[in-house]
């Protein structure tokens, strides 16, 4: 399947891995790469300009197709060293960055001259026809039912796809619930030129993540995600725990009065303890309600390959069956 994002990203399928703290390591976004899809490294998760280009350079030896950088701009009080991991990622030869968070604006200069393809994840129209105005070369469409933060606007992906498709000239994929076959077409017929999977690549054998995260996906249903930090602007898609209750408990007794200081403990520090140790009831972690489509622990190749042969079956059969029939009933 050939698309805007195929070629733009110079990979065989429309398919990218978003980047996921302390889940987007090498293992992932290389087995990602090598299935044919586009992995994403997740910048942050890093830290540092050192420790960044020794992940990418590790992933270079697990991969030689293209994979990506994500680089997420967050409140912070002590902000990361943003330019010497944009040094970094320039200087690696890496030829896709994933941005996420705020407007990306200051460094597309830079990441430009070294001719890297940049793609702006947002959750919303008019944040997606700023990345464009702004000289995105895509933009990863975020919906409502996404894992992580799915901004204030509540719109899922069978409204926000096609108005993006309305409105965008620059190519885009559809994120947030995206899982298989189904997901893939139905996207490219709203528009889309791809699709970009989080959560489903968290149940995959490479993710390098404790078994406990793999079968608590799998175990979930769509029923099992709820929403955080709404009142502090700062939503969060996690799936539910008893950490996530005492959050919710704090947010409904405190109302418009919480602070960042009343939840910290269950929503700060998380990932590695969850992640890499596998205590799953320690904090917040973000998943997506498409926990409820996810059933299984493939490797990424066999995921992927069985998206795009379903897809094909999809399309060929299935839709273009439709249209004979309608035709042969019309004669
Ligand atoms: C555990 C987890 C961690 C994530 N971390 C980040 C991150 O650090 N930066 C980012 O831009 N997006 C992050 N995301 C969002 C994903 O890249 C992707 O946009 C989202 O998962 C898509 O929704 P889905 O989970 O329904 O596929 C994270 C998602 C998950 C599930």
């Known amino acids: 399947m050939k698309t805007k994002i195929t070629e733009l990203f110079n990979i065989q399928h429309p398919i990218i891995q978003g980047g996921m703290h302390y889940v987007g390591l090498a293992e992932l976004a290389a087995a990602v790469s090598n299935a044919g899809g586009l992995g994403i490294l997740t910048g942050l998760t890093q830290g540092t300009p050192e420790k960044l280009a020794a992940e ?64 702006h994840k947002c959750t919303s129209v008019r944040h997606a026809l700023k ?16 894992g992580g933060h799915p901004g204030e606007d509540d719109i899922p992906n069978m409204i926000l796809l096609p108005r993006a498709a309305d409105e965008l000239k620059i190519p885009f994929v559809s994120s947030g619930g995206q899982a298989d076959a189904r997901s893939l077409v139905a996207s490219l017929a709203m528009g889309a030129d791809g699709v970009n999977m989080g959560t489903r690549f968290m149940a995959t054998v490479e993710a390098p993540i404790h078994q406990n995260v793999k079968d608590a996906i799998v175990a979930a249903s769509e029923l099992d995600t709820r929403l955080i930090m ?102």
């Open 131 to 146: 990345a464009q105005e702004i000289g995105c070369d895509a933009v990863s469409v975020d919906g409502f039912e996404c």
């Open 230 to 331: 709404r009142p502090l602007r700062n939503t969060e898609r996690v799936l539910n725990n008893p950490a996530v209750e005492r959050v919710l408990t704090v947010e409904k007794a405190k109302g418009s009065a919480i602070t960042f200081e009343d939840i910290l403990t269950d929503v700060a520090g998380v990932y590695p303890k969850v992640m890499i140790d596998g205590d799953m009831d320690v904090g917040a972690w973000s998943c997506g309600m498409v926990a409820g489509l996810i059933h299984d622990i493939p490797t990424c190749k066999e995921l992927i390959d069985e998206i795009m042969a379903e897809a094909e079956i999809l399309i060929r059969t299935r839709l273009e069956g439709m249209l004979s029939h309608i035709k042969s009933a019309a004669t």
């Open 56 to 119: 990418i350079a590790r992933c270079r030896k697990m991969t030689d197709k293209p994979f990506g950088v994500n680089m997420t701009f967050l409140p912070s009080v002590t902000p990361p060293d943003y330019p010497g991991l944009f040094k970094v990622i320039v200087e690696s030869g890496v030829k896709a960055v994933e941005t996420a968070g705020n407007n990306p604006a200051e460094w597309l200069p830079m990441l430009k001259e070294a001719d890297i393809k940049v793609i």
